[in-house]
């Protein structure tokens, strides 16, 4: 995926859960292509910013900047988003297995946590606002999917709380990113020694994008965004069972069955989501709805309207992931031990 993005040169940028891997690709390319005034990492554990100070050091008159903070305190946010451009909000818990079993803490994080990042940007003058969510938010058949959801829909309609201010918000709805930590793929690079390798059902299929393609989608989608818009981009499927041959070509499958919360396919637009759908060469922006968003684009003119009961789902997708390009992703984002 190549896309045009936008000049961050002279930006005052913040990520949130700024350590995850997001996060540090994020950082990583900005600075290699930008001349950002400050890249702050906002998340609340020492260590993972201890690990990534190693990499990216904030040295005196550099850009990079750490802050310990939680997205739950409210006014750690405002303290933090003070003179801060754009945010790109990547902060949540989002294990399946935690959500299910841990509800109120994630509704805390993912839903109470996004809530705070839109007054919080308001107040402070924050220009931009991109909040990254989850093919899970798609008609959600778990906790974590139904928090990213509401999480989706206050920043679709955060800008009618704006005022007389101009702060945009938007969505930016992938899909599983190869190479993530608590992704399948770094499991798989650790079970595969082992012999035998978990398969939870032959048929799945999942969408599939790697950390530095959907840094550069977000890149381009701070550059379009108006507010409220949901940006989708055009990637492609993969059965999870190639998947696993690709990664461990001489293991055993066990078979384990989809486990409580999981689909058998991801889906990224639905039929409802269709009728707002403008698609372009590599991505689908469906539209805010007219009460949230106060700016009009000549943008959106330039793409066309999807069909009728159009769905973009991972297992009828026309663009197919081979396990060499799979394999060479992999090696270009080093998740190889």
């Given amino acids: 995926m190549t896309i045009s993005a936008t000049t961050l040169d002279d930006a005052n940028i913040m990520i949130t859960g700024g350590t995850g891997s997001f996060g540090r690709k994020f950082a990583q390319i900005v600075l290699k292509t930008f001349q950002p005034r400050r890249i702050i990492i906002f998340s609340r554990d020492e260590v993972k910013q201890q690990e990534m100070r190693a990499v990216l050091p904030d040295t005196p008159g550099g850009p990079i900047r750490y802050f310990i903070g939680d997205v739950r305190d409210r006014e750690r946010l405002y303290r933090a988003f003070r003179g801060v451009d754009i945010v790109i909000h990547a902060a949540a818990l989002k294990q399946v297995p935690t959500a299910e079993y841990n509800p109120l803490e994630v509704i ?133 069972v190639d998947l696993v041959k690709a990664i461990a070509p001489n293991c055993e499958h066990d078979i384990v069955g989809i486990r409580p919360g999981e689909k058998l396919h991801e889906v990224l637009l639905t039929e409802e989501d269709a009728r707002q759908a403008i698609e372009f060469e590599n991505y689908f922006v469906i539209k805010p709805p007219p009460f949230s968003s106060r700016w ?40 190889f031990p």
């Avoid at 684009?297 to 159009?310: A, C, E, H, P």
């Avoid at 060479?328 to 080093?334: C, F």
Wanted: charged share 20%; with cysteine.
């Fill in 296 to 335: 009009i684009s000549d943008r959106l003119k330039n793409g066309k309207l999807v069909d009728d009961g159009f769905r973009y789902s991972s297992n009828k997708n026309t663009h197919w992931l081979s396990e060499q390009e799979l394999m060479a992703t992999i090696a270009e984002e080093k998740a």
């Fill in 108 to 240: 805390k994080t993912n839903i109470l946590g996004a809530s705070n990042i839109i007054d919080a940007a308001i107040d402070c003058g924050v220009k931009k606002v991109i909040g990254l969510s989850s093919d899970k938010a798609v008609s959600p058949a778990n906790l974590y999917g139904a928090t990213k959801l509401c999480a989706d829909k206050l920043f679709v309609s955060a800008g009618v709380y704006t005022g007389p201010g101009d702060t945009r918000f938007s969505v930016v709805r992938y899909g599983n990113v190869i190479g993530s930590r608590g992704s399948i793929v770094p499991l798989l690079l650790g079970e595969r020694y082992n012999g035998k390798v978990p398969i939870t059902d032959v048929r799945m299929t999942r969408f599939w994008i790697s950390v530095a393609q959907a840094v550069e989608f977000v890149l381009m989608c701070i550059n379009q965004m108006q507010g409220g818009e949901i940006f989708v981009p055009k990637i492609p499927s993969m059965r999870v």
